[in-house]
């Protein structure tokens, strides 16, 4: 069974900077690229970036381009979010999930998207 483990949330003001980790077995993150999603309560969940398996595609969402990047460590035990000038509308929690691609359908509507971690929350406010 696939776990994920999100971790790094917390509460930050504007402009400041987190650096969110999803950590799984090293079979799951040497099998799978990573995705991660973010949702308010009563909102849809948005894709904000991926990684493929590879390492050699990554993908972000519009609002993500300038100020997030993504990465895995060489063990392949962990892939980091980081996120860079914080934003109130940042605020959601964020969940990590294995997918089998990593393009623009996976950021826009979950293309290839298997398992789920099950979110780490963080808060941007003064």
């Known amino acids: 069974q696939v776990q994920l483990v999100e971790s790094g949330g917390g509460l930050v003001q504007p402009g400041e900077s987190l650096r969110l980790s999803c950590s799984g077995s090293?079979?799951?993150?040497?099998?799978?690229?990573i995705a991660w999603f973010r949702q308010v309560p009563g909102k849809e969940r948005e894709g904000v970036s991926c990684?493929?398996?590879?390492?050699?595609?990554?993908r972000f969402a519009e609002f993500a381009k300038e100020r997030f990047t993504i990465s895995r460590d060489v063990a392949k035990t962990t892939v980091w979010l980081q996120m860079n000038n914080l934003k109130p509308e940042d605020t959601a929690i964020y969940y990590c999930?294995?997918?089998?691609?990593?393009?623009?359908?996976?950021?826009?509507?979950?293309?290839?998207?298997?398992?789920w971690g099950r979110g780490t929350l963080v808060t941007v406010s003064l």
């Open positions: 090293r079979s799951t993150l040497s099998t799978y690229g």
């Open positions: 999930a294995t997918t089998d691609a990593c393009g623009t359908a996976t950021i826009t509507r979950q293309y290839g998207v298997k398992s």
């Open positions: 990684i493929g398996v590879s390492d050699r595609v990554t």
